[in-house]
């Protein structure tokens, strides 16, 4: 039968609200809290079931009371759910509306977080003077974490309120083209990259999101709609800044980024376990004759870095079931 007034509370019902160990389904609390699917699951211990036939204890209901409650501590405020109180040993279940909007409550909301947790970064920096271009690449590398295999892992990460953001910087020394390229850099401002569309501790991100940055140092172009999720092991670009006020004789000198991954690596709907961060930097002089190579002044020496940052979520009402990603960064130019 279905959860309803006045009607007895069988196996059955309590079994449709929480979901099996697996499960996928929308609206149903394992869905969310557990494995899940995709950009569905936290990787928390699964709500156990009640066997058909047996009874549904005030343990079984305190358990979905108060995971539900969990859930919604850490989405945070967009998720609203009306306050249940949680039975003890002994006291008589008694139908309540909200037990089961509150679980349909919380599925759309699965990948917001309230807060996010401790971070980890790679600096990579070009120690020497460089004309035409230098090229970052970083990777990104989830692994396994206990019994998790990496593949969830990596997608636990990102469900759960984790993000990557890389940010440029260059010195400015006072010659044209080193002012030109801190401004290029500064006015790229912080690219971060999400699962998707979602808001985390207070801020609204898309797939990949700028946040800060000045136009009027620098033209951006972001790819919005790439996340986590639509990564593939093509290069896609998520950003692209040109300088709004070059120096003459140095047109549109640019930074350009790019990700992609290793592919899908598990069964449960990931996005890869590596991915792959390509920042380009190029001086561009106009109006050269057919056939000439850009060749620019050199910048300043050692003053040009790419940071790539890995933001853990939070673990204030989740059990990390994430790994850490490993970073590493090389640059190679001329």
């Known amino acids: 039968m279905s959860y309803s007034q006045y009607g007895k509370i069988e196996a059955v019902d309590f079994n449709n609200l929480v979901g099996g160990s697996t499960d996928t389904n929308a609206n149903r609390l394992n869905t969310v809290w557990g494995r899940g699917t995709g950009s569905k699951g936290y990787g928390q211990?699964?709500?156990?079931?009640?066997?058909?036939?047996?009874?549904?204890?005030?343990?079984?209901?305190?358990?979905?009371?108060?995971?539900?409650?969990?859930?919604?501590?850490?989405?945070?405020?967009?998720?609203?759910?009306?306050?249940?109180?949680?039975?003890?040993?002994?006291?008589?279940?008694?139908?309540?509306?909200?037990?089961?909007?509150?679980?349909?409550?919380?599925?759309?909301?699965?990948?917001?977080?309230?807060?996010?947790?401790?971070?980890?970064?790679?600096?990579?920096?070009?120690?020497?003077?460089?004309?035409?271009?230098?090229?970052?690449?970083?990777?990104?590398?989830?692994?396994?974490?206990?019994?998790?295999?990496?593949?969830?892992?990596?997608?636990?990460?990102?469900?759960?309120?984790g993000q990557i953001k890389i940010q440029c910087a260059h010195g400015a020394t006072g010659t044209a083209i080193d002012t030109m390229f801190n401004k290029l850099a500064s006015g790229l401002g912080t690219i971060v990259l999400s699962a998707a569309s979602t808001t985390i501790a207070g801020t609204t991100y898309t797939g990949t999101t700028q946040v800060g940055g000045d136009p009027l140092k620098a033209t951006s172009t972001i790819g919005t709609g790439v996340g986590y999720y639509t990564l593939t092991?093509?290069?896609?670009?998520?950003?692209?800044?040109?300088?709004?006020?070059?120096?003459?004789?140095?047109?549109?000198?640019?930074?350009?980024?790019?990700?992609?991954?290793?592919?899908?690596?598990?069964?449960?709907?990931?996005?890869?376990?590596?991915?792959?961060?390509?920042?380009?930097?190029?001086?561009?002089?106009?109006?050269?004759?057919?056939?000439?190579?850009?060749?620019?002044?050199?910048?300043?020496?050692?003053?040009?870095s790419t940071t790539v940052t890995a933001v853990e979520p939070s673990t204030s009402y989740l059990t990390k079931s994430w790994s850490t990603p490993a970073l590493a960064g090389s640059v190679t130019g001329s």
């Open 45 to 161: 211990p699964f709500v156990i079931n009640v066997g058909v036939g047996d009874s549904v204890s005030a343990a079984n209901w305190a358990s979905l009371i108060n995971t539900t409650s969990s859930i919604k501590n850490h989405q945070g405020p967009g998720t609203s759910i009306t306050s249940v109180s949680s039975p003890v040993t002994g006291d008589k279940i008694n139908y309540v509306a909200a037990v089961s909007s509150n679980v349909t409550a919380i599925y759309p909301n699965s990948l917001n977080a309230v807060s996010q947790g401790s971070s980890t970064n790679n600096t990579t920096t070009y120690a020497t003077s460089w004309r035409l271009s230098i090229t970052f690449t970083h990777t990104i590398t989830f692994g396994v974490n206990g019994s998790i295999a990496a593949a969830d892992a990596a997608r636990y990460f990102f469900n759960a309120g």
């Open 233 to 304: 092991t093509t290069n896609q670009q998520i950003a692209s800044v040109t300088s709004a006020a070059s120096p003459t004789g140095y047109g549109s000198s640019n930074i350009t980024m790019s990700v992609k991954s290793n592919g899908a690596q598990g069964v449960n709907g990931d996005a890869g376990t590596v991915i792959t961060v390509t920042t380009v930097w190029t001086e561009v002089l106009p109006n050269e004759p057919a056939g000439w190579a850009n060749i620019g002044l050199a910048t300043n020496a050692g003053s040009s």
